[in-house]
């Protein structure tokens, strides 16, 4: 079986499959834009939080941390209700779409991504601190500054919010829909052949999969160890 | 700059895929049932729907209970399921205009070759299943309140069992889909009860095969329905009705009955 499995990997990369090249596609492009949009969302969320100080702050970031256990069928639930036709988004028409599954994954990733950052950043905080107040810069600049400055370590925050999106499918099974040629994905494709008692085949696609996120790894840590050699981390 | 850069490319990325929403002028939402996506019959069928009216037919495949919730939220044009109770119910609760026999086909008892309960060739159902009880051989159930699930439950019923009293160590509920139900059946030599359809498309078989078939009450009746644009506004049902149709019509009867896999054919048409 996992021969066969890694033969069929294979060659269904090689033979460019077609209905693999679009849910290839369809699967990086969902992931991504997610990463986008949650990362300028949570990279600030988690610096400010790393930062400031106000009422309710470790609160806050207890309940980002738990956050990042969320399930996504949960996630997957209730952005399922908010898009619904019946539910308050429904006139939205954006259920069983590529950007109801973008929604999700927004949702699932923020919390990992937020927490992380804060992590870096409040390392960062304690060296840079004293400087900040002494040159009397403004929050804004502070958490561009930091942000800036923490690039590099903040990819492997990115990259672990990339692997959740990436690799989820409870969410997406129910926001997408599985739809052939619209919605489906890597995931979604592996847990039906699954179904369909194609194991050989789901763990073939698995492994393409594998190998996506092996690259997205790689490139990272290459940049990473560029980055390294100049000094700049 | 670095940030405008980051933002243009969201955008242009954003875009892309939200184009992908409006690309199909003329589309429909199916909700389904899983046996007719899993055996192939829509990768067939729907091209020529495609061809002949316009129609892209976007399948959500659950289970028929699952289905059935989704459609009364709205969230489909069409409802293609089998369990008739449960869709009549949804007709004259006003979620559904009208439904009509569209297809059918039959249930399978499938298990190990080996036989524990030794039911195979019986075209009992009612005896085979007193017979897994009472040598409390594993029995897998779908105990998703699917089609097939229902069906289930209503053959115990009629063969007098209730598996529902205390623990039942052999009866397994499984919670999942037909496939994933097969492949959890098949991982513990436990006797299971799929639509023909599915079963003979799967392809993990293993030493499986198929013990009791045959009693008339193992009859599987597909059924198809148009949501109801008075209580969903959002259907199309101009395009759902033109769907529908196709489907009901000789052109589309005759194209189910030629599906066949493997020489078998899958569905067998009933419209009225």
Same mark, same amino acid.
């Given at each position: ?32 834009? #997610?990463? #986008?949009?949650? $990362? ?24 980002? /941390? ?9 996630? $997957? ?36 991504? #937020? ?7 409040? =390392?960062? /905080? ?5 400087? !900040? ?21 903040? !990819? ?11 690799? =989820? ?6 926001? $997408? ?48 160890? !560029? #980055? $390294? ?5 | ?37 899993? %055996? ?85 159902? +009612? ?18 309140? &699917? ?8 053959? @115990?019923?009629? %063969? ?9 160590? @052999? ?27 599915? @079963? ?45 149709? @196709?489907?009901? +019509? ?7 009955? &030629? ?14």
């Amino acid at each position: 079986m996992l021969i066969n499995a890694f033969n069929d990997a294979l060659t269904l990369i090689v033979s460019a499959d077609p209905d693999l090249i679009e849910i290839l596609l369809l699967s990086v492009q969902v992931s991504f834009s #997610a990463l #986008a949009i949650a $990362g300028i969302l949570a990279m600030p969320l988690g610096t400010i939080l790393a930062i400031s100080h106000f009422r309710g702050r470790k609160l806050l970031i207890t309940f980002l /941390n738990a956050m990042m256990g969320l399930p996504p069928v949960v996630v $997957g639930l209730f952005v399922y209700l908010m898009l619904s036709r019946s539910g308050p988004l429904g006139i939205l028409e954006l259920l069983y779409t590529p950007t109801a599954m973008i929604i999700a994954q927004v949702i699932l990733i923020i919390p990992i991504i #937020a927490s992380l950052t804060y992590q870096v950043i409040e =390392e960062l /905080n304690r060296e840079y601190k004293d400087l !900040f107040l002494s040159l009397k810069i403004s929050p804004q600049q502070a958490v561009f500054a930091y942000l800036w400055d923490a690039r590099y370590s903040l !990819f492997t925050t990115l990259l672990a919010g990339f692997g959740r999106a990436i690799s =989820e499918v409870g969410a997406v099974m129910i926001v $997408g829909g599985n739809i052939n040629h619209l919605t489906r994905i890597m995931t979604t494709a592996i847990a039906l052949e699954t179904s369909k008692g194609e194991l050989s085949l789901a763990l073939s696609l698995g492994i393409v999969l594998l190998t996506i996120a092996l690259l997205v790894n790689a490139i990272v840590i290459s940049i990473k160890t !560029f #980055a $390294g050699e100049k000094g700049y981390v | 700059m670095v940030i405008i850069r980051i933002a243009k490319k969201i955008t242009i990325s954003l875009g892309a895929v939200i184009s992908f929403n409006f690309c199909y002028a003329e589309s429909i939402i199916l909700q389904s049932t899983t046996s007719t996506k899993n %055996s192939g019959f829509y990768d067939y069928v729907l091209p020529m729907i495609k061809e002949d009216t316009g129609i892209t037919v976007n399948v959500v495949a659950v289970g028929t209970g699952q289905a059935i919730k989704n459609a009364q939220r709205c969230d489909g044009d069409v409802l293609l399921v089998h369990s008739k109770a449960a869709e009549e119910k949804f007709v004259s609760d006003g979620y559904g205009v009208k439904r009509f026999d569209l297809m059918f086909n039959d249930f399978v008892i499938v298990g190990p070759s080996d036989d524990p309960a030794n039911i195979s060739g019986s075209t009992d159902v +009612s005896e085979a299943l007193n017979s897994i009880a009472s040598q409390q051989t594993p029995f897998a159930s779908r105990g998703d309140n &699917s089609g097939t699930h229902k069906a289930e439950r209503e053959l @115990w019923k009629i %063969s007098g069992i209730d598996t529902s009293k205390g623990t039942k160590m @052999w009866y397994l509920e499984t919670g999942s889909g037909m496939g994933a139900t097969l492949n959890i059946a098949v991982g513990k030599a436990a006797y299971v009860l799929s639509d023909r359809a599915t @079963w003979i498309k799967f392809a993990n078989k293993q030493d499986f095969k198929i013990h009791v078939q045959g009693d008339k009450r193992l009859f599987n009746q597909y059924g198809i329905t148009l949501i109801n644009p008075i209580k969903c506004p959002n259907v199309k049902s101009k395009a759902g009705q033109k769907f529908v149709r @196709w489907l009901l +019509s000789d052109k589309g009867q005759s194209s189910i009955e &030629s599906y066949t896999v493997g020489g078998n054919q899958l569905f067998f048409p009933n419209a009225q």
